[in-house]
């Protein structure tokens, strides 16, 4: 069975602190996805992580992803209170040919000044 | 970039009765949509991958006569709820494939079941 872990699931930051999210996943994949998700609202994607080793990074987020390990992270550098959300990770399931996603549970952050 | 527009917003219906969500690819042709559903404080969990002129592939657990999708064209697809109950309420998202690795998300409906 697939699985996609995030940890941590809860998130209370200070502003101007860096953190890590961290995305662990059980099949094998190359596509890793971000997706922010603002209370009430739809997803909004932040990020494809296509291959070993991408690294991609806007503003203050950045992701990486190691497909040997099976890991993504998300850093968050010197957090703002505007980046509170939920994050997802997702991963793409390329045993079906259509591909499809499957999420994370979450990491629900808060950003207090 | 690929837009998915997704209809209603929010829609409140009484118990037994049947709604229809809908989502359009509006600049770009998706033969395969997908349905999810998210519970309040829980992650999305797809329901169902939809495909332009051929039945929908379920998720085990997920009744496929309870939700019907019907894929009729390149550019719609839609999710009818039927004889809908309270525990039917929650927040509904389709997605597709934007032609290339990303995905693209529907602005979501929230339905409340009364």
């Known amino acids: 069975e697939l699985k996609v872990e995030q940890n941590p699931l809860f998130l209370s930051m200070q502003e101007g602190k860096n953190y890590t999210i961290y995305c662990n996943y059980s099949?094998?994949?190359?596509?890793l996805y971000w997706y922010r998700q603002d209370p009430g609202k739809s997803l909004e994607s932040l990020f494809v992580?296509?291959?070993?080793?991408a690294v991609k990074q806007e503003g203050r987020l950045m992701a990486s992803l190691d497909t040997k390990a099976r890991l993504s992270t998300l850093h968050i550098t010197a957090a703002v209170h505007d980046l509170s959300a939920t994050y997802f990770c997702?991963?793409?399931?390329?045993?079906?040919?259509?591909?499809?996603?499957?999420f994370g549970k979450g990491t629900k952050l808060s950003v207090k000044p | 970039g690929a837009v998915v527009s997704q209809h209603p917003s929010r829609v409140i219906c009484k118990s037994g009765t049947s709604v229809k969500i809908e989502c359009r690819s509006l600049?770009?042709?998706?033969?395969?949509m997908f349905w999810y559903r998210q519970f309040p404080k829980q992650s999305l969990m797809l329901m169902a991958t939809?495909?332009?002129?051929?039945?929908?592939?379920?998720e085990q657990g997920v009744e496929k006569d309870k939700f019907l999708i019907n894929h009729a064209s390149l550019t719609l697809s839609t999710l009818t709820v039927t004889s809908a109950h309270p525990e039917d309420s929650s927040f509904y998202i389709c997605?597709?494939?934007?032609?290339?690795?990303?995905?693209?998300f529907g602005s979501g409906t929230r339905l409340t079941v009364v």
């Open positions: 992580l296509l291959s070993n080793g």
């Open positions: 600049d770009f042709q998706a033969t395969t």
């Open positions: 997605s597709a494939r934007d032609g290339g690795y990303g995905y693209t």
């Open positions: 997702a991963v793409d399931i390329r045993e079906r040919s259509q591909g499809n996603l499957i």
């Open positions: 939809s495909n332009e002129g051929s039945k929908a592939t379920y």
């Open positions: 099949t094998t994949s190359d596509r």
